[in-house]
């Protein structure tokens, strides 16, 4: 093993990572890129969030994956064989209150399917890991969490919090960290055997869920219409008690028709 550094948010820094791999392989093919970078960003409801915290998870979750892809590929596609392997996510089918990380999920699904019927002539495929909920660092402390969302709601426009309301603040707080509570899973392993299989097997999977909650909830989820899903979606808020009406007067008073 010789690891070696990458800022995948910098092209220079991915090409002098790309440079040092081709000089260690000294003439033999690459067998496969494994794309394992990402970060779980700034993810409240879309109004709370500004164009420069989705840039910031993009970056790193999609861009880098698109450049480090791009930069290694002519070594892979040397041996006339080889895999690509990206991680997505459950919120790479299944679209939530998480900004810019399924913005970001969303864009490597497509990424990988567009990138698969190119690499086919050439024998490379591409390969798609969508774990679940993981305990790993990628997410904050239940500390972190109370403290970025309030901090986040001091920064809000006064008619934003007025549609919402302070309640929703904290109940949006407590559900998020009860719910981290139940759903995350201590069993990395699971992920670690799909991307052994994605890179060794004779025969591996276009598409990865991994988890229970990924093949069992949302995945079948995703099979729906998009009407049964938002249906889905409003209960489950209903029952976390995020659901809140919004007064008409709150959002009407300024429109012209």
Known sequence: ???????????????????????????????????????AGINFPFEWTTKEDCQKTLDVNLLGVYDVTLAFLPLVKSAKEG?????????????????????????????????????????????????????????????????????????????????H?????????????????????????????AYEHAILAKYPQNRYPVGNDMKYFYIPMSWLPFPYQLIIMKFMQGISGLKKPIPNDAITDNVTT
């Open 83 to 163: 895999r690509i392997v990206n991680v997505a996510s459950i919120f790479g089918r299944v679209g939530h209150l998480l900004s810019g990380y399924t913005m970001s999920k969303y864009g490597i699904e497509a990424f990988s399917d567009g990138l698969s019927i190119e690499l086919d002539p050439y024998n490379v495929t591409v390969h798609t890991l969508e774990p679940g909920y993981f305990s790993t660092t990628l997410l904050p402390c239940k500390e972190a969490i109370s403290k970025n969302a309030k901090e986040r709601w001091m920064k809000l426009d006064a008619d934003i919090k007025e549609q």
């Open 1 to 39: 093993m010789k690891p070696v550094l990458i800022d995948v948010t910098n092209s220079e820094s991915v090409r002098k990572a790309r440079d040092y791999v081709r000089r260690e392989l000294n003439g033999k093919a690459l067998w496969a890129v494994v794309n394992n970078a990402g970060i």
């Open 165 to 193: 309301g302070e309640a929703f603040l904290q109940k949006n707080i407590d559900f998020t960290v009860k719910y981290l509570d139940k759903a995350l899973s201590p069993k990395h392993e699971l992920v670690v055997d």
